[in-house]
């Protein structure tokens, strides 16, 4: 059974940062892709970041590049969200995400990931 289990949201002032934390059992962690996503009020699921199984590659969303950056521990089975420079648009829930196979990714898309966690709540005041 794969779990995942986020840690680190909170409320920060605008120009703050946090550091999120994905903790997944159950599967061999290195093998798969691994992504960030998130939600807030009255919205849709956005994608946010995704990191490939080795780390190479990673991508974002347009309005977190340069201030969020992802992250992994293969040999820790976490995945990693720093997040500098935070927005009151950034206020959402943030889901870590497995991708569903070892291979054929589109890392913006949920539905091709098989496994999230039960998220964890950022808020950003003005």
């Known amino acids: 059974q794969v779990q995942l289990a986020e840690s680190g949201g909170g409320l920060v002032q605008a120009g703050g940062s946090l550091r999120l934390s994905c903790a997944v059992s159950?599967?061999?962690?290195?093998?798969?892709?691994m992504g960030w996503f998130r939600q807030a009020p009255g919205k849709e699921r956005e994608f946010v970041a995704a990191?490939?199984?080795?780390?190479?590659?990673?991508y974002y969303v347009d309005s977190a590049k340069g201030r969020f950056t992802i992250s992994r521990d293969n040999a820790k089975s976490m995945v990693h969200l720093q997040m500098n420079s935070l927005k009151p648009e950034d206020t959402a829930v943030y889901y870590c995400?497995?991708?569903?196979?070892?291979?054929?990714?589109?890392?913006?898309?949920?539905?091709?990931?098989?496994?999230w966690g039960q998220g964890t709540q950022v808020t950003v005041s003005s």
């Open positions: 159950g599967r061999t962690f290195s093998n798969y892709n």
């Open positions: 995400a497995q991708a569903r196979s070892s291979s054929g990714f589109n890392y913006a898309v949920a539905g091709d990931y098989a496994y």
């Open positions: 990191i490939s199984w080795s780390g190479s590659y990673r």
